[in-house]
């Protein structure tokens, strides 16, 4: 069974829809943030609402709903913090975590960066690949939700290689072709 990870900067919004589909699908995955902080949109657009790795799903959506319960209830966190705490207790970095996986797909180019310079100081002492996949996913609810139909498609179609290594080219330009997500991919060792 492929081992897939999905990645976005906070472990929230993006990374918990790809985690939420591939795990209805029973697909063996994990998911994780890249970021400082995990970051949340505040009462205006300059003043995020900032949050350790690791803070319970739980705690955050408590602490959310004594500030402005209506406010966070409108914009749908409530709802995404509901599905993150039925998938696991709390937001992951993913620098902080040594775990090998398959391949690892991530939402945003600047994540995938991250990814790559992370697994690239780790310096490939096993060996042993990593597909790295970016699908292009814009950060809010109705987006993550059509770019986890694309993560879903593009797990399935991995999940069904014979040989991944000389398959992966021409499954990335099918999911280029049928969604509108742009892809970048970058092999690595870990």
């Given amino acids: 069974m492929v081992k897939f990870a999905v990645i976005c900067a906070s472990n929230m919004n993006r990374s918990m829809e790809g985690h939420l589909v ?3 699908k029973n697909m063996n995955v994990k998911s994780f943030g890249t ?3 995990v970051r949340l949109p505040g009462d205006s657009i300059d003043r995020p609402v900032v949050y350790d790795f690791g803070t319970p799903y739980e705690s ?4 959310l709903k004594r500030k402005n319960a209506p406010m966070y209830k409108k914009n749908g966190l409530f709802l995404m913090l509901e599905r993150n705490m039925a998938l696991k207790p709390a937001p992951q970095k993913f620098q902080d975590n040594y775990e090998q996986f398959d391949v690892i797909i991530t ?4 994540v995938f960066d991250a990814v790559c310079q992370e ?3 780790r310096q490939g002492r096993f060996a042993k690949p990593v597909h790295v996949v970016n699908v292009e996913i814009r950060d809010n609810h109705i987006d993550a939700t059509k770019g986890g139909d ?3 498609k593009l797990s399935e179609l991995i999940s069904e290689a014979k040989d991944l290594e000389s398959e992966i080219e021409d499954i990335l330009e099918r999911i280029q072709n049928e969604y509108p997500h742009s892809i970048l991919y970058n092999l690595i060792y870990y």
């Fill in 35 to 37: 970021g400082s902080k």
């Fill in 119 to 121: 697994l690239l100081t």
């Fill in 22 to 24: 591939l795990a209805n």
């Fill in 60 to 63: 955050i959506y408590n602490e």
């Fill in 107 to 110: 939402c945003e180019e600047r």
């Fill in 150 to 152: 694309t993560i879903t």
